[in-house]
């Protein structure tokens, strides 16, 4: 079956009968297995060609890819412009976006504002940077640092239903890193949730999502899979100097990435493949910033891995991640973040 996206004299009917294509939850959109995520289009992971990042993305939606995120959050807005950009000229039928609201600024005073007021201002400024009408997603940002979730589930998730019925978004998605409190708000909301954007959270090193996949197929929750290369830590380069993983996952990431180039294999390849297995996850949303990283992306989705690398897989796991103790830094950004926000508080008083 051609999804709702396949654009004909646009895109190329093998092409796309070669992608797999997944219903998101409730929705009525049928996401590719693989999609583009722009968060490397900010400034968290260092400098990219802006020119050779449009065209990535114009490549990838020809190629199938028809799900793209987005987010205020990175680089203040610059991913989403770079969107924006590469998106113009493209028939608006043969891609989903979305964004998000609630986390938007490197200042901590700034970073998060979950209201009423803010989240109809964001919305509106993100459609102008993507010179766009509507999006078909539109996100709650990290949710765990509200002060509250009743914030979330009192002005935003409100005001986001106002914005579908001005239809400037067709369906609502949650995201964060603690998936206990996206289960939370979905128990609690009576607001229809259509998707959660878990990142992190099913890949080589932790695959704690597991045990809340039922919860969401239950309450028809699509689910979006992101950061499969956990922020850096499964690539050959190593994770951003901001990241939050403790000493041991970063120092047993970095072996096993050496111990993968020593077998002339790339890590990332294999993360890739291993967090694209799971059939009960819609999409697995990776961050592209080039041209190289898609055609490696596309060709671990359309050929998979050789026994070899499996072997190597397998081995990495049981030898070196497997023995890590705590897979995660869950609470590590929140307790700085707050920490932060207080010492500023107190120096004001």
Known sequence: MLPPTYVEGFHDLETIKAMEYNKLGNTNLYVSKISLGGGPFGVHYGNFDEKEAIETIRQAIKEGVNYIDTSPWYGEGKSEKIMGKALEGIPRQAYYIATKVGRYELNVDKMFDFSREKTRDSIK????????????????????????????????????????????????????????????????????????????????????????????????????????????????????????????????????????????????????WYAMQCEDISTSLIGIQNMQQLIMNLNVFRNGIMDKEKEILNFIKENYLNRIKMKHWEGVELKKYWQVKGDKTNNII
């Open 125 to 272: 400024n993100s459609l102008s940077n993507l010179k766009l009408n509507y999006v078909d997603i539109i996100q709650v940002h990290d949710i765990e640092f509200a002060p509250s979730l009743d914030v979330i589930i009192s002005q935003t998730l409100p005001e986001l239903l106002k914005q579908i019925a001005d239809k400037k978004a067709r369906y609502i998605g949650i995201t964060g890193y603690p998936i206990s409190v996206l289960k939370e708000c979905i128990e609690r909301s009576n607001i229809d949730i259509s998707c959660v954007l878990t990142y992190s959270r099913f890949n080589l090193l932790d695959n704690s999502l597991i045990q809340y996949i039922e919860f969401f197929k239950n309450h028809n929750v699509g689910i979006i899979n992101a950061s499969v290369l956990a922020m850096g830590l499964l690539t050959s380069n190593g994770p951003p100097s901001w990241h939050p993983a403790s000493e041991e996952i970063k120092n047993t990431c970095t072996d096993v990435a050496q111990y993968c180039k020593e077998n002339n294999v790339d890590i990332s390849k294999l993360a890739v």
